[in-house]
């Protein structure tokens, strides 16, 4: 017999991503879903967004998530931010259930900001929210210009595209205007930033974009 | 990969619906997948045919139902089919627009098997 069953796929892991982003509200913690491939350069650009201090006047606190190692949580560890570690084993990607309870991990009453490095994958992180105010993904000049078009849903889901290391386009055929043509091809509302963590270049562009996006949501 | 994390997902759903039906079986599976999704059936139905070991659900199949992107422009309130990622209006040119189709993941149906 054929039953009608109507229910979304992802719909427990949905449920939790609200229950997570009700509890960031109620907090008045900003939360942002930072993803990209492996390599685009998260950690480094994470670095030095605190290291350049643009975000001096806010509490940062950092999920990292890889598959396996701390190496990550560790370098960033030399700042004076809250950081917890989740090492998710097999998954390639981290999920509401992952980032509740990393939650417990960390005190959110003394945290503004969150950023939540997601497992290097351009694929499954853009499917599964974890309660974020919005979606970043960085792509590094290294990685080729075509990649919004490959990866559609994590271009078309993200409200910030970042474009790293652009301290070594000279060194590549990485064509700036085709990737922001492709990237805004998918999502005319999507904002964007090149960043250099090497130089700095971009690095208080970013932190405004931060701020600003952070005021829309709380006011402050 | 990004195949397999839904496949997991997919057989939690089934087994709760199963169970709530009393079904003995289930033999067949429907999905919708909006294309934006990037679901390869084929990949899909590779890892189906994994996770579904020793379930209720085990040796069904899985159909998979790809719907086609559609958007609707902010500027002139037209859908159309979006073709190769390119959501710009064909009416009037706008880049504002809004996905009303292609983002679908449901599991739609299932044939189940009752005890006689």
């Known amino acids: 017999m054929k039953v009608q069953v109507l229910r979304e796929i992802l719909e427990f892991n949905n449920d939790l991503a609200a229950k997570n982003r009700s509890g960031f509200d109620e907090k008045h913690v900003f939360v942002l879903n930072i993803m990209s491939s492996p390599g685009a350069g998260k950690t480094t650009f994470l670095e030095r967004t605190l290291k350049d201090e643009f975000l001096k006047d806010y509490r940062i606190g950092i999920i990292v998530g890889d598959i396996q190692t701390t190496l990550d949580a560790e370098k960033l560890e030399a700042y004076n931010v809250q950081i917890v570690q989740i090492n998710t084993g097999v998954p390639c990607h981290l999920d509401g259930k992952m980032i509740n309870n990393a939650c417990k991990d960390l005190e959110l009453d003394k945290i503004d900001i969150l950023f939540i490095e997601n497992v290097g994958n351009l694929v499954c992180p853009a499917e599964f929210r974890v309660g974020e105010h919005h979606k970043v993904v960085l792509l590094s000049v290294c990685e080729g210009d075509d990649k919004p078009l490959k990866y559609p849903l994590m271009f078309h889901e993200s409200s910030l595209f970042i474009i790293t290391k652009i301290d070594m386009l000279p060194y590549t055929d990485f064509d700036m205007e085709k990737v922001k043509q492709n990237a805004l091809q998918i999502n005319n509302r999507t904002d964007i930033i090149n960043v250099s963590a090497k130089t700095g270049e971009g690095i208080k562009e970013w932190a405004d974009w931060v701020k600003a996006r952070r005021k829309d949501v709380f006011g402050s | ?116």
């Open chain 2, 1 to 116: 990969m990004h195949e397999t994390a839904i496949a997991y997902e997919i057989i939690e759903i089934v087994i709760a619906v199963a169970k709530q039906n009393r079904a003995k079986r289930v033999n067949q599976v429907y999905i919708q997948a909006g294309q934006l999704r990037g679901i390869v059936p084929e990949q899909l139905q590779m890892s189906w045919e994994f996770v579904v070991k020793g379930s209720i659900a085990d040796k069904s199949e899985l159909y998979v139902e790809t719907i086609p992107t559609e958007g609707l422009c902010q500027n002139c309130n037209k859908t159309f089919p979006v073709k190769n990622y390119e959501f710009k209006c064909p009416y009037c040119g706008s880049g504002q627009v809004d996905t009303v189709k292609g983002l679908e993941l449901q599991v739609k149906s299932m044939e189940l098997e009752f005890e006689d």
